[in-house]
């Protein structure tokens, strides 16, 4: 049996070659193996394991948002996980969907939109992960007394969460221009709109990392803020006297007073109960906080080599490394949701749905 090797430049079939489907059968025109896609051929075990700790761990999430009654960690972690999921199911869809094209030359070709899907859901998936982390900063500034971050609680979290939102419509702009792409050089187009919304990912992290580093120094030297930024308000900027002052129809002398005067000590407050109706000690917080600057870092350290890796398409020697995905973004993700499944926030921030104790 002979097969044909399609010249698409001139429309019209030039020669018949030798059919080989062989797995790793090289191109019979240019003696190279050629992919369609990927540029590699998908390894089945980390593939299919990855798959069932991503698919797992969604399920966790779920079932610990409802048990912890932590509700904003289900659209954040879980569904984050379950993108994830639907990721890694895609590249066992581009698996399962491999096969040998004998025509310019013979490539392995796979479902091309299983290919864009686990691109777009890898890809995007990580921005909930950040969400998670803003809105957990957010809560824990608020369990343990809002006096040492410049922004209010209420405000961090919904600048970062609007942020976050941005970078995730210009990820998914870009994946969608990318997935409807009638030629390789639009599809590295949106490849480059992707880059785009995960470099403005890392910014908004950074961003986020100084507000955190803020509010850490200044909780360790118990140096409270002289005014707040509540970037919603109508007022926008006050002083937290200004504040107590309406409530109290009297001015205190400066703001450290009245930072010791209305504001327990740590060690108070540790012994009341948080807005989750849950005993905040000071060694969850910490908890959480170390969470947290894991988390980041291992989000950044992600954005890095996605960004590298989309700024030179799909086919650059970043994109086609399927070693330094492996470990620079999959590993990654699956030790950040794995280790949120282990030290959940609703340790910290929950209350548990069912009492067990009479």
């Known amino acids: ?23 790793g059968s090289v191109n019979l025109v240019t003696g190279q193996v050629e992919y369609s896609d990927y540029g590699y051929t998908l390894t089945g075990w980390a593939t299919y394991t990855l798959l069932v700790f991503f698919a797992i761990a969604t399920f966790c999430h779920v079932l610990l948002g409802v048990y912890w009654r932590t509700w904003w960690t289900i659209p954040t972690l879980g569904l984050g996980t379950l993108g994830e999921t639907v990721g890694w199911a895609s590249r066992v869809w581009s698996i399962k969907s491999t096969k040998w094209d004998f025509n310019y030359g013979g490539m392995w070709d796979s479902n091309h939109n299983a290919f864009i899907a686990q691109i777009c859901c890898t890809v995007i998936s990580p921005t909930l992960f950040s969400a998670a982390n803003y809105i ?17 609680p209420k405000s961090l979290s919904i600048a970062f969460m609007l942020s976050d939102f941005l970078c995730l419509i210009v ?3 870009g994946g969608g221009w990318a997935g409807t792409a009638d030629t390789s050089v639009d599809s590295n187009k949106g490849a480059k709109v992707m880059t785009a919304g995960v470099i403005l990912q890392l910014i908004v992290t950074v961003v986020y990392v100084v507000v955190l580093a803020e509010f850490l120094y200044r909780r360790h030297t118990d140096l409270p803020v002289r005014r ?14 200004d504040k107590t002052s309406l409530n109290n129809g009297s001015e205190t002398n400066s703001d450290t007073e009245l930072a010791d005067k209305n504001q327990p000590s740590y060690e108070t407050a540790t012994s009341i109960q948080s807005l989750s109706n849950v005993t905040t000690t000071k060694g969850r917080v910490n908890l959480m906080i ?38 620079m973004d999959a590993l990654l993700m699956v030790i950040l949701v794995w280790a949120y499944v282990v030290i959940h926030p609703g340790i910290t921030l929950g209350r548990k749905l069912f009492n067990l104790r009479n």
């Open 171 to 173: 990820q998914a702009a």
């Open 290 to 327: 170390g969470m947290i600057l894991f988390s980041t870092l291992l989000i950044v350290i992600r954005s890095v080599y996605r960004s590298i890796e989309l700024s030179n398409g799909w086919s650059g020697p970043v994109a086609t490394n399927q070693p330094l995905f492996l470990g």
């Open 1 to 23: 049996m002979s097969c044909v090797y399609y010249n698409s430049t001139l429309g019209e079939t030039t020669f018949a070659v030798a059919c080989n489907y062989n797995n």
């Open 136 to 152: 957990l900063l957010g809560k824990l500034i608020t369990a343990t007394g809002n006096r040492y971050c410049t922004l209010t």
């Open 228 to 241: 707040q930024i509540d970037l919603f308000s109508k007022t926008c900027c006050r002083t937290r006297r």
